[in-house]
Nanobody
Framework: QVQLVESGGGLVQAGGSLRLSCAAS????????MGWFRQAPGKEREFVAT????????YYADSVKGRFTISRDIVKNTVYLQMNSLKPEDTAVYYC???????????????????WGQGTQVTVSS
């Protein structure tokens, strides 16, 4: 029902910023909570941020709180991740994901999400 394509990754120096985008195709985008996850080499996929379908509620991992901001544009069917004050430990492949919800809720477990994008590489140099 939903196809996701991430973009905006790249190579930046520590302290720099990047804005990731996730374009979605589907008729019920507003019914999906959207999440961002990341996976570094040799590590398991970890939760980064999520926003409810209405855009009215967000939640962040402690490691990115205060530095990253998730947002969505329902009209454009797009979710964003603004990343500021980047650190080398932020280096990873970043994935967006969609979780269909009849009633809005915060979900941080990767296994709860129904659809995933292909990922975009973020590399932060020291």
């Amino acid at each position: 029902q939903v196809q996701l394509v991430e973009s905006g990754g790249g190579l930046v120096q520590a302290g720099g910023s990047l804005r990731l985008s996730c374009a979605a195709s589907g008729r019920t985008f507003g019914r999906y909570a959207m999440g961002w996850f990341r996976q570094a080499p040799g590590k398991e996929r970890e939760f980064v941020a999520t926003v409810t379908g209405s855009g009215g509620s967000t939640y962040y991992a402690d490691s990115v709180k205060g530095r990253f901001t998730i947002s969505r544009d329902i009209v454009k069917n797009t979710v964003y991740l603004q990343m500021n004050s980047l650190k080398p430990e932020d280096t990873a492949v970043y994935y967006c994901a969609a979780d269909y919800q009849v009633y809005p809720r915060i979900t941080v477990a990767a296994g709860e999400y129904d659809y995933w994008g292909q990922g975009t590489q973020v590399t932060v140099s020291s």
